[in-house]
């Protein structure tokens, strides 16, 4: 097991601060040598999903804080994703696939979130903002699905 590692950060929530959160995860997430090029796609894509949630939901007015803290423990990612916006009502409806306040949108994120990670809790109150944490860990180094790391 590896030392534990961790990092913070926080910028406004506004559609070009996407790119740069799941890069900075990604580049974060990239000490634990074994996850694969596809895990760590993963990551990115769970990253761009909870800080999406928060750029078009979060806050009435764009630009409100979004927190980013991400931990190394082992060969085991936390990545937290946290607001002080609106919040959510019903987190377990919102956590249903295709479910959607904004008609324009698949409703997909909380289900992509969860697929791709080994766990994900989410918790809100209204008017107190949503917190997402996921965890993952890399499948097994070395096996046959991943073949040779380069």
């Known amino acids: 097991m590896g030392a534990t590692n961790h990092v913070t950060f926080e910028f406004p929530a506004i559609a070009q601060n996407v790119e740069f959160a799941r890069v900075a995860v990604a580049c ?3 000490q634990i040598d074994s996850f694969t090029v596809e895990e760590i796609d993963d990551i990115k894509l769970i990253v761009s999903e909870a800080v999406s949630n928060v750029v078009l939901h979060g806050y009435d007015n764009p630009g409100g804080p979004v927190r980013i803290r991400a931990s190394i423990d082992g060969e085991v990612l936390t990545v937290t994703v946290e607001d002080s916006g609106r919040g959510i009502a019903d987190v ?3 956590r249903r696939p295709a479910f959607t ?3 324009d949108r698949m409703g997909m994120g909380f289900t992509i979130m969860e697929a791709l990670s080994d766990t994900l809790d989410v918790w809100s109150r209204p008017g107190a903002g949503v ?3 996921m965890t993952k860990a890399p499948r097994m180094a070395g096996s046959e699905e991943h073949g040779p790391r380069s």
Do not use: G, M, N
Request: glycine share 0%; hydrophobic share 35%; net charge neutral.
């Open 131 to 133: 917190r997402v944490t």
């Open 28 to 30: 974060f997430a990239s």
């Open 92 to 94: 377990e409806q919102a």
């Open 101 to 103: 306040t904004s008609p």
